[in-house]
């Protein structure tokens, strides 16, 4: 199993970036889905969470800026990032729970981390 994250990049406070994390291989199923996100010199944080059905969780520091989000379908999470801040700047890392075959027990799979940097 791989998980794929995509899309960082550089912006500018203000601005807005998609985040995708697309996981392949053999995948029984996938229950929760969600990312982190790490900044230099401090530990890693819980930044959204969303269930198989959709249920969301965010930290505190991004509600009402960032929407996570899925598509079950396609086995990808995606994290929408607007009026983004110079404290968002971090490595961002996807993960998601999932059993890779009937009757196995889920794991957490972990993404390689994207950069998103917010500076003028």
């Known amino acids: 199993v791989q998980l794929q994250a995509s899309g960082g990049g550089l912006v500018q406070p203000g601005g807005s970036l998609r985040l995708s994390c697309a996981a392949s291989g053999s995948i029984f199923r996938i229950n929760g889905m969600g990312w982190y996100r790490q900044a230099p010199g401090k530990q890693r944080e819980l930044v959204a969470h969303?269930?198989?059905?959709?249920?969301?969780n965010y930290a505190d520091f991004v509600k009402g800026r960032f929407t996570i989000s899925r598509d079950n379908a396609k086995n990808t999470v995606y994290l929408q990032m607007n009026s983004l801040k110079p404290e968002d700047t971090a490595v961002y890392y996807c993960?998601?729970?999932?059993?890779?075959?009937?009757?196995?027990?889920?794991?957490?799979?972990w993404g390689q981390g994207t950069l998103v940097t917010v500076s003028s």
């Open positions: 993960y998601a729970d999932l059993s890779r075959w009937v009757g196995v027990p889920s794991s957490d799979y």
């Open positions: 969303i269930t198989s059905g959709g249920r969301r």
